[in-house]
């Protein structure tokens, strides 16, 4: 079955600073890359995804990156703010929803 | 959007008890839907892939007559934590599919005594 890395596990950054986490997916098959915010006690909250037929996608401060061939995708966070601070996954889908092991984002003010 | 409520929010129980919670679809239909557990500081882990009108997938090393799952209806699956014990304490959240985007419920905090 698909095996989804995420790296780093924690992330730490200045207000204002960006950050990137990085996530790899074995099965090459995989055909849609979400990424989800959740906070303490809360659900996770779908922030941005992509599909495996689109390189690059961008929302306001968000970013998310495919590269189908290295089987890697990222997800960029431009002028963090202290609200940005959550655990992130990322996850792929083929015939079912495999999550990362989750990134723990501090933004320290 | 898509709303997916999830009940309870938070159980309490003696072991040896079965414990039910339900996950529905509010205002779309959802002929899949998904089981995780998520231990404190960790990721999802599924655990099942509910599919209405059949059988639910099990993963590797999840006990199938352990959390029974029903999939009765377009908008309702149901996950059934049997003869519970301390060990399955933890939070359970499912997920309802709608063009394979995720909508997930609030979740459940199960405590076994």
């Known amino acids: 079955g698909e095996n989804v890395e995420q790296h780093p596990s924690t992330l730490s950054v200045q207000e204002g600073d960006s950050a990137v986490i990085k996530c790899t997916y074995s099965d090459s098959a995989s055909n849609y890359f979400p990424w989800y915010k959740q906070e303490l006690g809360k659900r996770p909250q779908l922030i941005i995804d992509i599909r495996s037929n689109v390189g690059e996608k961008k929302d306001q401060r968000i970013a998310v990156t495919l590269n189908k061939t290295a089987k890697h995708f990222s997800l960029h966070i431009t002028e963090t703010q202290p609200e940005d601070s959550a655990v992130y996954f990322c996850a792929a889908y083929l015939n079912d929803m495999r999550f990362g092991a989750g990134t723990r984002l501090t933004v320290k003010p | 959007g898509a709303v997916v409520s999830q009940h309870p929010s938070w159980v309490i129980c003696k072991s040896g008890t079965s414990v039910k919670i339900e996950c529905r679809s509010l205002?779309?239909?959802?002929?899949?839907m998904f089981w995780y557990r998520q231990f404190p500081k960790q990721s999802l882990m599924l655990m099942a892939t509910s599919n209405e009108g059949s059988k639910a997938t099990y993963e590797q090393g999840v006990e199938k007559d352990k959390f029974l799952i029903n999939h009765a209806s377009l908008t309702l699956s149901t996950l059934t934590v049997t003869s519970a014990h301390p060990e399955d304490s933890s939070f359970y959240i499912c997920?309802?599919?709608?063009?394979?985007?995720?909508?997930f419920g609030a979740g459940t905090r199960l405590s076994v005594l």
């Open positions: 205002d779309f239909q959802a002929t899949t």
């Open positions: 997920s309802a599919d709608l063009v394979n985007i995720q909508y």
